[in-house]
Structures are given as C-alpha cells and as structure tokens.
C-alpha cells in the first residue's frame, strides 16, 4: 500500500508540474463526482475476474486494467452526450476537455496499480551469473525438463512459475484458461513428485544449474 501512495504521489506531483507550466487551472481538473463514477466504473468491471484464490498483485492489476476501461468508457459517454446536445456550441470545444477527464483519472489509476514489469518473489531472486546461465543454456533447460517427463506446454508453466506468474497470469500469459492451467500444473507436480509450489520452484533451479 505505501509503493502504492508513493506511486500516486508522484504521478499527481509530476501532472502539476505540467499544469503549472501551461498555466491550466488545477481546480477545473478534478472533479469528484467523475473520479467517483471511475472508481465504481472499475469494481463494477472487475466484478467477473475476482477469484478467491487471487493475490493482492493479481487484484490491484486488474483494478488497474479496468480503471483504464472505465475511465475511456465514460470520457465517450459524456462526449457522445455533449456531442448530441444542439445547445451551446460556443462552449464546445472546453466541454469537450472537460470531459476526457474521466480517461485521465482511468489512466493514473492504471499506472498506480498495474504491476511492475521486473516482479520477482520473494526467494526466487537470481544472481547475475546464474541469470546468464539460464539464458545461454535454453535448450538444455528445455531438454533437462522434456527428461524429466515434461511436455512442451508443461515446460512453458514451469518457466513461468520460476518467474513468480500466479495461475491467473500464466491463464493470460498462454491465452488459455485457469482451469487448465491448473491441470497442467497438477500434472507438473505428480512428474515431478512433489506437492507444493515451492518444491517446483527448487527443483527446477537445481535442474538448470
């Protein structure tokens, strides 16, 4: 939570520098009622992708993804709205910045909550010389974890897992669906004789060391 609040710090702080130095009124910039609409917009899509089994990370991501949904989905309501109005042209074109706000506050959202693209777990934190290993050695780590009875799709989790992919972004990763993922991996483990996540994750630096 607090990477989170020092994240919207500043990406706030840096938007009033802009403000400042093109001399835009701050004030006319938020709005708390469309900041509202956004907020519930993005729970209300986010709706069909919570699962129990999903951690705070997979959660804020895709709260991040749908604030960025949500926020475009209301800026075009409220434009196509403007747009269709006969009334008032004279005060059009700051109406219609007025309401792109909404994809504004969509989109600081989604830079605060999305997460971050050199994620590792806690433990599974590679030094650089065994980090060149893995990369100079891909086809004797494919053909390590084919002998140990792995398929090819089966290969692909485990490297994603290695890298700290919870099953619902592996799901995204491979386009294919949780529950399959969930097979593929219970048949990784029953390969590899193991029962836990962690074990996978041991076994499987040892086999590329």
Partial sequence: MKKLLIKLLVILFYLFILLYIT???LLLLFDVKLLTLTI????ILSLPYYQKELSNND???ILGKNALVAGYLEAFLFLFVRLNDTEGFSDLLPDIALNCRPALYGFIL???LRRDENKQTTGDKLTEQE???IVLSMEEQDRKWRDMGLTMREVEIARLIRNGYSNHEIAEELVISETTVKK????IFGKLQITKR????VIIQKEIQ
């Fill in 131 to 133: 980090t060149s290993v």
């Fill in 110 to 112: 989604f830079i605060t």
């Fill in 59 to 61: 959660i804020l991501h």
């Fill in 198 to 201: 962690e074990q996978m994750k």
């Fill in 23 to 25: 001399g835009f009124d």
């Fill in 184 to 187: 593929h991996i219970s048949n």
């Fill in 40 to 43: 519930i917009g993005t729970v």
